[in-house]
């Protein structure tokens, strides 16, 4: 007979070694092809230049800063696109005839590339962080509040049934069954929009910015540094995916729990 508490903790040893394993074996792989000159060193940097990069920009205080202005706007921006959209999608899950009028146009809006709203974003608000947090608020607000009404559309009717016998409505029906219900999808919708964040604030402060993580790649591919190239993106995906954990600890939460059991 297998011991639970046996497999609980054979999974959780897989959890760490397993990405651990292939980190190692990704990193040797890059090792070998770029010892071997498949490809010209300033076509493909080694580990090694990589790191040396990493001290160099760190020693510099440039790495530090553009990951503080990265930050900022991405936080600004997504915060913003959560505050307003996920409002927007409650409400609109909730009118059949709202959903009529207004979805049409937010799926018309979801379909655009956020890069398209870049000469736009330019023109209105000029170079800095105005125009990135822009860009991240357009690229995200319309999936959250597309994915919130989704969700709110598909609550089971007999929650409903059960809250008008308690006479709930207005604000209790909203947190007490409407909101803790649809969590679990709205904090999916979160991490997917956190990722489209990171991958517009790179475009942006390429173009409309002369800080960040993005312009610290359009900087070092002007001045043909690709070893400092892969450091940025390194700290990109980095910071991507220690945010997108934050994210995913909110599951844990008792009011999310309470809708993952219906």
Request: charged share 15%.
């Amino acid at each position: 007979m297998i011991n639970p508490e046996n497999a609980i903790r054979k999974r959780k040893t897989a959890g760490i070694l397993l990405p651990v394993a292939v980190l190692v074996g990704f990193i040797l792989l890059w090792f070998i092809v770029s010892y071997t000159n498949l490809f010209p060193a300033y076509a493909l940097p080694s580990p090694a230049s990589v790191v040396k990069s990493f001290k160099e920009e760190f020693q510099a205080g440039r790495l530090v800063n553009d990951i503080i202005a990265s930050l900022w706007r991405v936080a600004v921006g997504f915060v913003l696109s959560a505050a307003l959209g996920i409002p927007l999608g409650l409400w609109l899950g909730q009118h059949v005839y709202a959903r009529k009028a207004f979805v049409p146009m937010l799926n018309f809006f979801r379909f655009l590339s956020p890069l398209a709203w870049i000469p736009f974003a330019i023109l209105w608000f000029h170079i800095g962080d105005k125009p990135a947090i822009f860009l991240i608020f357009m690229a995200t607000f319309f999936p959250l509040a597309l994915a919130t009404m989704s969700a709110v559309a598909t609550i089971p009717s007999i929650y409903f049934r059960v809250a008008k016998e308690y006479n709930y409505t207005g604000w209790d029906l909203l947190t007490k069954v409407t909101f803790p219900s649809v969590l679990p999808q709205v904090i999916t919708a979160l991490r997917v929009s956190y990722g489209i964040s990171w991958v517009v604030i790179v475009a942006a402060e390429m173009v409309g910015c002369q800080d960040g993580l993005g312009y610290g790649i359009w900087e070092a591919r002007n001045g043909l540094r690709l070893d400092s190239a892969v450091c940025y993106m390194i700290v990109i995906g980095v910071l991507g995916m220690g945010i997108d954990r934050l994210l995913a600890q909110l599951t844990k939460l008792p009011n999310v729990r309470w809708g993952y059991e219906r």
